[in-house]
Structures are given as structure tokens and as C-alpha cells.
Nanobody
């Protein structure tokens, strides 16, 4: 059983920064690709960023490219998402997810490819 726990969300002014963390309790965490998704009220959950099992591959949604950075520390079983230059439209609940297909290099952008999900952390950006 894999558990994912996000933290680091909060209220920030436009232009500000946050760092989200996702701590995993998973024996094989270092073998999993990881993703961050977000869901705003009334909208579908959307892909934000993903990282391959080794950290050597990353992928971003166009809307966050150049502003957000995903990283991982396999020694700590944790994946991070650094959010810079935040905009009001970034307001959403942010979820981390694990793709349990081991040693997957290609980072998936679809929710159906991820097997485990955290409970989410709220990010609110005021204008």
C-alpha cells in the first residue's frame, strides 16, 4: 500500500512563491514516476508537472513552464513542486500522484496512468 501526503500549500499574493512537498510511504518509491496535478473548483483535474523515477526526466504543462519546478529526493521518499511567480489562476487543490509502473522513463500527463493519490493541499493566490 502506498500513501502520499502533501504539504506546503497556503495563501499567497500574486507573484509569490510556495514549495509543495509530497512524502511517500512506499517501499519502491525510487522506482516510480511521480506527478503533480491540480483541480480548481468546477474544473477537471489537470496535469501540472511530472518527473521520472531517477529524476532525469521532467515534463511541465505549458501553463506552468518556466515558473514551476518539480524535483525529487529518493533518499527521503519525497517529491517537491516549487511554485514561483504565482498567478490567481494557479489557485487550486494540488495533488501528487505515483505511477507504479516501475522504472518508467516517459512521464504520463493523464490521471488514469497514476495508481496512487494524495489527499491534496490547497493553494490560493490572491490578486
Amino acid at each position: 500500500q502506498v500513501q502520499l501526503v502533501e504539504s506546503g500549500g497556503g495563501l499567497v499574493q500574486a507573484g509569490g512563491s510556495l514549495r509543495l512537498s509530497c512524502a511517500a510511504s512506499a517501499r519502491k518509491f525510487s522506482r516510480y514516476a511521480m506527478g503533480w496535478f491540480r483541480q480548481a473548483p468546477g474544473k477537471e483535474r489537470e496535469f501540472v508537472a511530472g518527473i521520472g523515477w531517477s529524476g532525469g526526466t521532467t515534463y511541465y504543462a505549458d501553463s506552468v513552464k518556466g515558473r514551476f519546478t518539480i524535483s525529487r529526493d529518493n533518499a527521503k521518499d519525497t517529491v517537491y513542486l516549487r511554485l514561483n511567480s504565482l498567478k490567481p489562476e494557479d489557485t487550486a487543490v494540488y495533488y501528487c500522484a505515483a505511477d507504479a509502473s516501475e522504472y518508467r522513463i516517459v512521464v504520463s500527463t493523464t490521471t488514469t496512468e497514476y495508481d496512487y493519490w494524495g489527499q491534496g493541499t490547497q493553494v490560493t493566490v490572491s490578486s
